[in-house]
Structure formats: structure tokens, C-alpha cells
């Protein structure tokens, strides 16, 4: 058996860089939960309410950006500076219980006929089993046997909230959805309902040539019902409110432009502020016993920790936010076409931090400016494509790439529709080499059909 000594350098990460991490890359609203749990266990914690960077220094400049949005958030801007009451998150993630559901409009349809308390049951159990599409997904037969009904009466039943708006809702298929719609415009034929029973998917596919064979039309008389069709709403429901899914995004960042300069606001709003109690530290300075310093000291200076890891965390993020601000200033003056290829590696370079520092407070973060709210990861685009090979050619990214695409796209011939191949070559015209297969990828992930799905015929 062979034994040696060999000297080797390892890195080791300690418990506090571990947490140090992990709340460089919480959200505010992880980062609220995490100190709140951690008031709960450690008793030396007090608890001071966040205090919203813009009362401190609110200036005209803010007022005048607030005032240009719309009266009702200028009106809540108000309330949460004059309330003391007012919740500030709650103005921020609205309670989804004030959305309207698809139940409720239904119901409020149904509130002024009379009927028995039995019939009563088979309405609401019919409204609670729609889904968010809002179709019904038990079956009559099985609605009867639940609630011990009659079958004709279930069915009658549905047949009247089949008749309420929108129009299309409590069908039980897509088929029934569209026959629906037609129905109350009137326009459900014997040759509509053929090519909804036999042709949606070569509807769906744009396949009107097949369509016309199938059901011995012209094209032109095929591509004109297929349009009505089309025109018809798949999903009646998804313009309501479903408490179950619900969710608004909660900015962490937020860059407000003015006439000559721009703002970055941190969310330090959703988070608390941690002091140690005045108590529990002179406590711990005259302590009863050696065992209660001991847990007094490691208490205080765990909260110490966590304090300082926070102010790191906000630190951190506005570096962040300015060095994006900088370099994608193009962006935010002027819109989206001007985002510019960026790497995490620059801004760790540009910061003298680690690329995995800059990841951690991009992730799961986002951005709110004047053009919308973004995740910050959006920033960061590798380069795609340069134009030009002359010196200052500018640079693309995949999001500028297929805009392009798109315009082109918008620019065609509908009734002779390009090819990836030739969407392919008139970029090439534009300044934007891109293989064919790259055109594919790009059009679906805008969700735009091939040539043959985009074709019209009338």
C-alpha cells in the first residue's frame, strides 16, 4: 500500500457566503417571507416597516412621472404616501378575490328568474365545474346521478346557460363551443356544421385545398367559411378571473425616465427592516449566566449578518441595474428595437464581481420601465448576427432578429406567402445572414404559422 502526502487547494464555502447567496437571489417577496420566519425564530429581531424609498425623497420629478400614467395609479401613488393605513403591496399585488370569475357573471345573469332551490343546486354545481376555458367538464348523465336529479332537467338546464354570454360558454367540446357562436349569429347551416364536425384540424392547419375537395366547394368558397370559423372564440372563459392562477408580477426594480436623466427605484418596500432589540443587546452585555451570552451573542450576531447581507443584496442590484442602464440606455429611450447584445461576463467585469454574483440578482428579479415590465435576464441577449462588416456595424440580438422576421412577414404577398427559405434571403437583403432552419425556430417562437398556415385565398 502506497502512502503520500500531496498539498491541494480547495475552496470551501462557508455557511454565512451560502446564505450571503441565497438572499442576493431571493425576490422581495421571498425575501419578506424568509425575514419574517426568521423574526419567529430568533427573539432578538425586531421587525421596522419598510419605508418606501419615494417618502423620503419624493421630488417633483417623481410626481410629474407618476402623473403621466393613468389617474388611478396616480391615485393610489396618493393613498399609499397618505394612508397610513394602506397597505403598499397590496396596491401591487392586487387581490385576485376583486376579479370577477366566470361563475359570478353567469350567475348574476341568472339572479332575477325564479327557481326551485333543487334547480338552484344544478346551476351552481354546473358553474363550479367549467373550467378556464369555460367548458363543462362533467358530463350530464354524471351531473343527474351526483345530486340525484333527472337527466332532462340537467339538461334543460344547461341548455339555458348555454344561451347566456359570452356566447359559447358551458359547451362541452370545442365542436359545441363554435356551434354555439354560430347558432346565436344565425349562421349555423347544414355546411357549417359539416366542416366544423369533419374539417377543424385542416381548418387549423390553413389546408383549404383539402377542405374544398372534402366538402366539394370552390377555394374561394372554402377559405370564406374557414374565415368565419376562425373568427369564432375557442375559449369564452379566459377573459375572466380565475382566483386559482392568478398572479402579478411584483417588480424589483423599477427605472423611471426624465427629460435629461434616468431614476432607479429598488422595491425595498416588500421586505421589512431588521433591528436588534435595545433589550437583548444590553442584555447580553450584563447576561445572568455565560450560557445565556453565549446564545444572546450568537443571536445578535446572526441577525447582524443577515442585516448586512440584505444592504449587500440591495447594493448589489443597483450595481447591477446602473450597469444595464448604461449599456442598454439605447432601449430604454427609445424601445425594445434597440436592445443590444450584453453578457453577464461584461457586467461582472465591468463590476469586478463574479458572473455567478450577477446571475444571482438577475434571476428570478424584475424590471419595470416606461416600455413595460421585463425579467432582467431579458437584458442580457447574446449577439446574434452583426450587420455589415464595416467597422461600427451594430450588433442584433435574437429579439431584434425576429422583428425583422416579423416585418418582412407583415410585408409579404398573403396569397403567395414566403418560404423559410425566402424569409431566409429577404433578411439576407436587410443585413441578417440566418440559416433557414434559424428562420423556422424564430417563427414558431413567435407563434407565426409556415407559408402554407399564412396563405389566404380570398
Same mark, same amino acid.
Given at each position: 500500500m502506497d502512502l503520500k502526502l500531496q498539498a491541494k487547494q480547495t475552496q470551501v464555502l462557508s455557511q454565512r457566503m451560502i446564505q450571503s447567496a441565497e438572499i442576493l437571489q431571493m425576490t422581495s417577496q421571498e425575501l419578506n417571507t424568509y425575514i419574517n420566519d426568521l423574526a419567529l425564530e430568533n427573539p432578538v429581531i425586531d421587525l421596522s416597516e419598510a419605508v418606501w424609498d419615494g417618502r423620503q425623497r419624493e421630488s417633483i420629478e417623481q410626481q410629474q412621472w407618476l402623473t403621466s400614467f393613468n389617474e388611478e395609479n396616480y391615485y393610489l401613488y396618493q393613498r399609499q404616501n397618505n394612508d397610513d393605513d394602506y397597505?403598499? #403591496?397590496?396596491?401591487?399585488?392586487i387581490d385576485t378575490d376583486q376579479g370577477e370569475t366566470l361563475q359570478d357573471y353567469l350567475w348574476s345573469? *341568472?339572479?332575477? +328568474?325564479?327557481?326551485? +332551490?333543487? +334547480?338552484? +343546486?344544478? *346551476?351552481?354545481?354546473?358553474?363550479e365545474s367549467l373550467d378556464s376555458k369555460g367548458y363543462l367538464t362533467e358530463s350530464t348523465e354524471d351531473i343527474a346521478r351526483c345530486l340525484s336529479a333527472d337527466t332532462k332537467t340537467v339538461e334543460r338546464l344547461l341548455y339555458r346557460l348555454q344561451q347566456l354570454d359570452p356566447a359559447g360558454v358551458c359547451a362541452r367540446s370545442l365542436e359545441e363551443c363554435l356551434k354555439l357562436q354560430l347558432e346565436r349569429q344565425q349562421m349555423l347551416t347544414p355546411l357549417m356544421e359539416s366542416l366544423i364536425d369533419s374539417c377543424l384540424e385542416l381548418v387549423a392547419k390553413n389546408q383549404i385545398p383539402a377542405i374544398a $375537395?372534402?366538402?366539394r366547394l370552390t377555394a374561394e368558397q372554402a377559405a370564406g367559411f374557414c374565415q368565419i370559423v376562425k373568427s369564432l372564440n375557442p375559449k369564452p372563459g379566459v377573459s375572466f378571473s380565475n382566483r386559482d392562477k392568478l398572479r402579478y408580477i411584483i417588480p424589483d426594480v423599477t427605472i423611471v425616465k426624465f427629460k435629461d436623466h434616468f431614476d432607479i427605484l429598488l422595491n425595498e418596500s416588500m421586505y421589512p427592516g431588521i433591528q436588534v432589540n435595545s433589550y437583548y443587546r444590553q442584555m447580553s452585555k450584563n447576561p445572568d449566566s455565560p450560557e445565556l451570552k453565549e446564545y444572546l451573542d450568537g443571536k445578535i450576531r446572526q441577525a447582524e449578518w443577515i442585516k448586512q447581507c440584505i444592504s449587500q443584496r440591495s447594493k448589489t442590484l443597483m450595481d447591477v441595474s446602473k450597469a444595464i442602464l448604461e449599456r442598454q440606455e439605447a432601449f430604454f429611450t427609445y424601445g425594445p428595437s434597440h436592445l443590444i447584445p450584453l453578457r453577464m461576463e461584461d457586467v461582472a467585469q465591468a463590476l469586478e464581481i463574479h458572473e455567478s454574483t450577477v446571475? $444571482?440578482?438577475?434571476s428570478k428579479k424584475y424590471l419595470q420601465c416606461s416600455w413595460g415590465v421585463y425579467p432582467m435576464t431579458f437584458f442580457f441577449s447574446r449577439e446574434v448576427h452583426s450587420r455589415g462588416t464595416a467597422p461600427g456595424s451594430q450588433s442584433m440580438t435574437a429579439s431584434g432578429v425576429k422583428e425583422a422576421l416579423r416585418a418582412v412577414i407583415d410585408g409579404e404577398d398573403k396569397k #403567395?406567402?414566403?418560404?423559410?427559405? *425566402?424569409l431566409s434571403e429577404k433578411l439576407a437583403e436587410r443585413g441578417i445572414s440566418i440559416s433557414r432552419r434559424t428562420v423556422a425556430k424564430y417563427r414558431e417562437e413567435e407563434g407565426i404559422p409556415d407559408a402554407s398556415g399564412r396563405k389566404e385565398y380570398i
Amino acid at each position: 500500500m502506497d502512502l503520500k502526502l500531496q498539498a491541494k487547494q480547495t475552496q470551501v464555502l462557508s455557511q454565512r457566503m451560502i446564505q450571503s447567496a441565497e438572499i442576493l437571489q431571493m425576490t422581495s417577496q421571498e425575501l419578506n417571507t424568509y425575514i419574517n420566519d426568521l423574526a419567529l425564530e430568533n427573539p432578538v429581531i425586531d421587525l421596522s416597516e419598510a419605508v418606501w424609498d419615494g417618502r423620503q425623497r419624493e421630488s417633483i420629478e417623481q410626481q410629474q412621472w407618476l402623473t403621466s400614467f393613468n389617474e388611478e395609479n396616480y391615485y393610489l401613488y396618493q393613498r399609499q404616501n397618505n394612508d397610513d393605513d394602506y397597505d403598499f #403591496k397590496t396596491s401591487w399585488n392586487i387581490d385576485t378575490d376583486q376579479g370577477e370569475t366566470l361563475q359570478d357573471y353567469l350567475w348574476s345573469q *341568472l339572479v332575477t +328568474e325564479d327557481f326551485t +332551490e333543487k +334547480e338552484k +343546486e344544478i *346551476l351552481r354545481f354546473m358553474l363550479e365545474s367549467l373550467d378556464s376555458k369555460g367548458y363543462l367538464t362533467e358530463s350530464t348523465e354524471d351531473i343527474a346521478r351526483c345530486l340525484s336529479a333527472d337527466t332532462k332537467t340537467v339538461e334543460r338546464l344547461l341548455y339555458r346557460l348555454q344561451q347566456l354570454d359570452p356566447a359559447g360558454v358551458c359547451a362541452r367540446s370545442l365542436e359545441e363551443c363554435l356551434k354555439l357562436q354560430l347558432e346565436r349569429q344565425q349562421m349555423l347551416t347544414p355546411l357549417m356544421e359539416s366542416l366544423i364536425d369533419s374539417c377543424l384540424e385542416l381548418v387549423a392547419k390553413n389546408q383549404i385545398p383539402a377542405i374544398a $375537395r372534402k366538402l366539394r366547394l370552390t377555394a374561394e368558397q372554402a377559405a370564406g367559411f374557414c374565415q368565419i370559423v376562425k373568427s369564432l372564440n375557442p375559449k369564452p372563459g379566459v377573459s375572466f378571473s380565475n382566483r386559482d392562477k392568478l398572479r402579478y408580477i411584483i417588480p424589483d426594480v423599477t427605472i423611471v425616465k426624465f427629460k435629461d436623466h434616468f431614476d432607479i427605484l429598488l422595491n425595498e418596500s416588500m421586505y421589512p427592516g431588521i433591528q436588534v432589540n435595545s433589550y437583548y443587546r444590553q442584555m447580553s452585555k450584563n447576561p445572568d449566566s455565560p450560557e445565556l451570552k453565549e446564545y444572546l451573542d450568537g443571536k445578535i450576531r446572526q441577525a447582524e449578518w443577515i442585516k448586512q447581507c440584505i444592504s449587500q443584496r440591495s447594493k448589489t442590484l443597483m450595481d447591477v441595474s446602473k450597469a444595464i442602464l448604461e449599456r442598454q440606455e439605447a432601449f430604454f429611450t427609445y424601445g425594445p428595437s434597440h436592445l443590444i447584445p450584453l453578457r453577464m461576463e461584461d457586467v461582472a467585469q465591468a463590476l469586478e464581481i463574479h458572473e455567478s454574483t450577477v446571475s $444571482r440578482a438577475a434571476s428570478k428579479k424584475y424590471l419595470q420601465c416606461s416600455w413595460g415590465v421585463y425579467p432582467m435576464t431579458f437584458f442580457f441577449s447574446r449577439e446574434v448576427h452583426s450587420r455589415g462588416t464595416a467597422p461600427g456595424s451594430q450588433s442584433m440580438t435574437a429579439s431584434g432578429v425576429k422583428e425583422a422576421l416579423r416585418a418582412v412577414i407583415d410585408g409579404e404577398d398573403k396569397k #403567395k406567402p414566403l418560404s423559410d427559405r *425566402l424569409l431566409s434571403e429577404k433578411l439576407a437583403e436587410r443585413g441578417i445572414s440566418i440559416s433557414r432552419r434559424t428562420v423556422a425556430k424564430y417563427r414558431e417562437e413567435e407563434g407565426i404559422p409556415d407559408a402554407s398556415g399564412r396563405k389566404e385565398y380570398i
